[in-house]
């Protein structure tokens, strides 16, 4: 089967020198860089350093090792990344886990499966083509990549059941996770020719993973008692996941060992400045899946950003946010120092229902006769942060990327004939149409989800949605391509949506899913385009392998929120710990600001918050005097100064809470610099794999305890170490009261 379909890819190399599968012609240009070999290379040399420029196009990739290793890695990882989302501490387990796991069963399967040809109606395939290689180890990881993470949409679904006491029911959950996922894939289809073909567009984070893949799949020279990188995979994982007892089940509390609170847990002030769940201020966890809960893996993040992120953070939480809480500035000491959650003028928490029409609304006369919405100071303050990290992405864009991003610009206008294209054209591209009438079919059916179910957005607010997204595409796309970085379009359609439909927040969040996670979506899925191209993957195994990778995640997504929804007592609330949803709350929370409440009464010049705008102006131009300053004193530590990394850096926060940075900070500091520095031979093979077996153990132990054990309800004996309330007062506002529900108003 993989062989045919291959074969029936292939148009012959000698389409290289001739016309490509667009139809235009390919000529060679003598002035293109040569290896030794007298080979051509790529003018990149970053790209020219890592990635192949030959290729057999006869390896077979869609195999049946592939279905199995990709089909199962899809479901697992689309239900463990699911499964962690409603958690205290949520977690991502990457395709990284999968790349690495993937190469030794892939051997075993090699080894061991009959090689003899088998018949199936007209058709004849072998289940063991061969050796395992690496083709069919990019499509693995590529299927897997797709339940990386999870639907955005899940985010509405949870809000409309917990919150709001909305179900719209599993058909229209399921289009909504669908339409939502793949609007983004038909843009980057449509896209391609513009991010992916030319050599200038190059997604540095792909030659991480194309360097692994390398690396993987040459031989390791190893010396007597060293470990080859799969012992080393196996023996951590081992390790983590029996280490994950400890924090997960026998000892919780040393998730937050919030030391200093504990000396005087009565003092409000010392619990708010170093309790876990106030600014945490020599918190120390002692635990792998609290410290990666929302920033990922700090062995994989670069140092100079980790500094960058570490000033940013350091700045908001640790100075500006008490500094601000402690001159009660908005009446700041009425709250909680830290919280997501949403107030009273008095400092009750807001019973958002009580101002809602039947059809969750906004009633005018009962918001009038509950009062204003409040936040917290920190809350507040981050999202004026946010504010000016969206300016100065632009800012910083343009001053320090702009020649580079114009010069590829215009070489993308072109033909582009870099090795890595010509190579490509071994295979037949897949058809433009494939692209466009998914992207129409996607649009249509968002439309009559929107309509038949009441999301309250009509027909021309979800094309609004799509043509912004599909608007900011390209540009988004060229930064990305080039810089890594990926300007977010939540704010923008949430304030769109907001002044266009006040007082709707579910039409507000659907909104923002369709104009904001479909443009996301389309990067990611070209980045992955990108990665096909430098593996020299056929284009029609790829689109096979994303489509259907991207529709078992949304499935799976769903089928298990809706499980978890249905069986967690309490779930989303505090009751409900280990299953608080921090990510869920935090994205109710936006659902009122900007939907019920909206921009105009939250944000405007009637607002006690509308100082907040001016975080926009000041975003703007704060990266001017460090680029002028870059200039002045080149080669000195101003060269690493990033100030959107430095402004986005605590955009986290909340749901992740300031001991989790911190803790974080710390182990990238020992990994990725004093380990790359001064142990560079065992950070280059051993770093990232070390990072994955940590995910991996913490995930399989997780999966364990809860089946075995807490599903049934045996949870560890209730001693000390159980007990996460020892230093209750974190949650408390200045005069020492943790906030309550407003008791209702008597019948009269």
């Not at 289809?189 to 360097?211: D, E």
């Not at 958002?352 to 809350?379: C, M």
């Amino acid at each position: 089967m993989s062989s045919a379909n291959n074969s029936s890819d292939r148009e012959g190399n000698e389409s290289r020198n001739g016309e490509d599968h667009e139809g235009k012609e390919v000529v060679e240009d003598e002035t293109v860089l040569r290896d030794e070999f007298g080979r051509e290379i790529s003018p990149i040399p970053e790209v020219a350093a890592v990635v192949s420029n030959t290729d057999d196009p006869s390896i077979p990739c869609m195999t049946f090792r592939f279905w199995v290793m990709g089909l199962i890695s899809i479901l697992a990882l689309s239900f463990i990344n699911q499964f962690f989302f409603f958690r205290e501490s949520p977690m991502t387990v990457g395709s990284l886990v999968i790349q690495l796991i993937s190469y030794p069963i892939g051997q075993f399967m090699a080894r061991v499966l009959p090689t003899q040809p088998l018949r199936l109606f007209k058709f004849e395939f072998s289940l063991n083509p061969g050796p395992f290689n690496v083709k069919e180890h990019v499509l693995i990881t590529i299927m897997a990549n797709c339940g990386a993470g999870t639907a955005y949409a899940v985010d509405i679904i949870v809000i409309q059941r917990v919150f709001y006491k909305q179900d719209f029911g599993f058909i229209a959950n399921l289009l909504l996770i669908l339409t939502t996922q793949l609007v983004g894939y038909g843009m980057a289809g449509i896209l391609r020719r513009y991010l992916v073909y030319p050599a200038a567009m190059i997604w540095p984070s792909n030659l991480v993973t194309v360097a692994l893949f390398n690396t993987l799949h040459s031989r390791e020279n190893l010396s007597p008692g060293q470990w080859t990188r799969q012992k080393f995979f196996a023996v951590f994982s081992i390790a983590s996941f029996c280490y994950y007892w400890i924090p997960a089940y026998i000892f919780p509390v040393v998730t937050s060992l919030a030391l200093f609170c504990y000396i005087d847990p009565t003092n409000v002030v010392l619990s708010q400045l170093t309790g876990s769940h106030g600014l945490g201020m020599g918190v120390i966890s002692l635990d792998w899946n609290t410290i990666t809960a929302f920033l990922g893996s700090p062995l994989i993040t670069p140092y100079w950003a980790q500094v960058n992120i570490m000033v940013g953070f350091v700045f908001f939480a640790w100075i500006l946010v008490p500094v601000a809480y402690y001159i009660n500035l908005w009446n700041a000491e009425r709250y909680p120092i830290l919280s997501s959650r949403l107030f009273t003028v008095d400092g009750y928490y807001y019973d958002t229902l009580s101002i809602l029409t039947p059809e969750k609304n906004l009633d005018q006369e009962r918001y009038a006769a509950y009062g204003p919405l409040r936040i917290t100071t920190f809350f507040a303050i981050s999202y004026g942060i946010g504010f000016a990290g969206l300016t100065a992405i632009i800012t910083h864009t343009f001053l320090y990327h702009r020649k580079q991003i114009w010069e590829q610009w215009k070489q993308a206008r072109g033909s582009s004939q870099d090795v890595h294209y010509k190579l490509m054209q071994a295979y037949k591209e897949v058809p433009e149409w494939w692209y466009i009438g998914l992207f129409a079919i996607m649009v249509i059916l968002s439309i009559v989800t929107c309509e038949v179910w009441e999301y309250g957005l009509p027909w021309w607010c979800v094309l609004l949605a799509v043509g912004i997204s599909a608007l900011f595409s390209l540009p988004i796309g060229l930064i990305q391509a080039v810089t890594n970085q990926q300007p977010g379009l939540n704010i923008l359609t949430e304030f769109v949506i907001g002044y266009i439909l006040p007082g709707r927040p579910i039409a507000n969040v659907t909104f923002k899913t369709y104009g904001y996670i479909s443009m996301s979506h389309a990067m990611s899925f070209l980045g992955d385009l990108k990665l096909g191209q430098y593996m020299k993957i056929p284009p029609k195994a790829m689109f096979m392998t994303q489509l259907i990778g991207t529709v078992i995640a949304g499935f799976v997504n769903l089928i298990t929120a809706n499980w978890l929804l249905s069986t967690r007592p309490g779930i989303c609330t505090p009751e409900g710990y280990p299953w608080t949803c921090p990510g869920a709350n935090v994205f109710f929370s936006a659902s009122v600001i900007w939907g019920v409440i909206a921009p105009e009464r939250m944000f405007g010049p009637s607002s006690i918050y509308h100082p907040l705008m001016y975080f926009f102006i000041f975003g703007f131009l704060l990266p001017i005097p460090f680029y002028f300053f870059s200039r002045r004193y080149s080669g000195t530590v101003v060269d690493r100064i990033h100030t959107p990394v430095l402004l986005t850096s605590t955009g986290m926060m909340p749901p992740a809470r300031p001991y989790q940075y911190a803790n974080w900070l710390v182990v990238g500091f020992i990994f990725q610099f004093w380990v790359r520095r001064y142990r560079n031979s065992w950070y280059n093979r051993f770093n990232y794999i070390l990072s994955a077996a940590l995910d991996s153990g913490v995930a399989v132990a997780a999966l364990v305890i809860f089946f075995s054990l807490q599903m049934q309800g045996n949870d560890f004996p209730n001693w000390w170490g159980t007990n996460m309330d020892h230093c209750p007062l974190d949650k408390a506002n200045f005069s020492g009261v943790i906030p309550v529900s407003k008791p209702k108003a008597a019948p009269v």
